[in-house]
């Protein structure tokens, strides 16, 4: 089979599933198939995450870190008996 048919029979077998865990499963696993150079670490559920979202998450923070809602790394280490 090509990929080109690969593809559409992948796409036609996903449009079928219901199964909320499968479908996240899938896509955990396809995930994992982009380049390592655009993930810069994972979630708790192992997901990829990408320098955009990365920094799009610290750009979310900014208001508590200007607050002065932030925590020491040897702090943290200290709250988690590190």
């Given at each position: 089979?090509?990929?080109?048919?690969?593809?559409?029979?992948?796409?036609?077998?996903?449009?079928?599933?219901?199964?909320?865990?499968?479908?996240?499963?899938?896509?955990?696993?396809?995930?994992?198939?982009?380049?390592?150079?655009?993930?810069?670490?994972?979630?708790?559920?192992?997901?990829?995450?990408?320098?955009?979202?990365?920094?799009?998450?610290?750009?979310?923070d900014r208001?508590?870190?200007?607050?002065?809602?932030?925590?020491?790394?040897?702090?943290?280490?200290?709250?988690?008996?590190?």
């Open positions: 089979m090509s990929n080109e048919q690969l593809k559409y029979s992948i796409s036609n077998l996903l449009d079928e599933i219901e199964d909320t865990e499968l479908l996240n499963s899938i896509y955990v696993l396809l995930k994992h198939t982009q380049p390592a150079e655009d993930i810069v670490g994972y979630e708790v559920d192992g997901s990829a995450i990408s320098e955009e979202e990365l920094i799009a998450s610290i750009l979310e208001p508590g870190i200007a607050a002065g809602q932030v925590i020491s790394f040897e702090d943290m280490k200290k709250e988690l008996g590190l």
